[in-house]
């Protein structure tokens, strides 16, 4: 399931999971973070935010954080199918201007 929002709070990628009893990918938390739900027939299913592609602490934020600090994550969520289930998401996670981290490398994203 994908959608922008389904439960809500800190804890919504765990509450959505339980609660949809499928892999559910939204991104109103802009957290860009995945949580694991193992059920009862031993399968695994994720509760996945997609993050943002902008920057957290943008001026397009300014008013509408109030000064407050976000815990969002720049980047995005790559999703892997076999055989009709969902492997486990992978995070592209903005490292610096110039790379991005995934599956454990910094990965150069720079025009040079």
Known sequence: MISH?????VHATYTN????GVNIVTGHLHALK????TDF????RYGVDS???AEPRGPQFTAYLEGKQP?????????????GRML????????SETH????????DVSDE
Not at 5 to 9: A, H, L
Not at 41 to 44: G, S, T
Not at 88 to 95: A, Y
């Open 71 to 83: 815990n969002w994550g720049s980047g995005f969520v790559v999703l892997t199918f076999h055989k």
């Open 34 to 37: 995945w949580t694991p739900f």
């Open 100 to 107: 991005v981290e995934y599956c454990g490398q910094l990965i």
């Open 41 to 44: 027939r031993d399968q695994v």
């Open 51 to 53: 993050g943002t592609l």
């Open 5 to 9: 929002r389904w439960k809500n709070g």
């Open 88 to 95: 486990q998401p992978q995070l592209v996670r903005k490292w």
């Open 17 to 20: 999971v339980v609660n949809a």
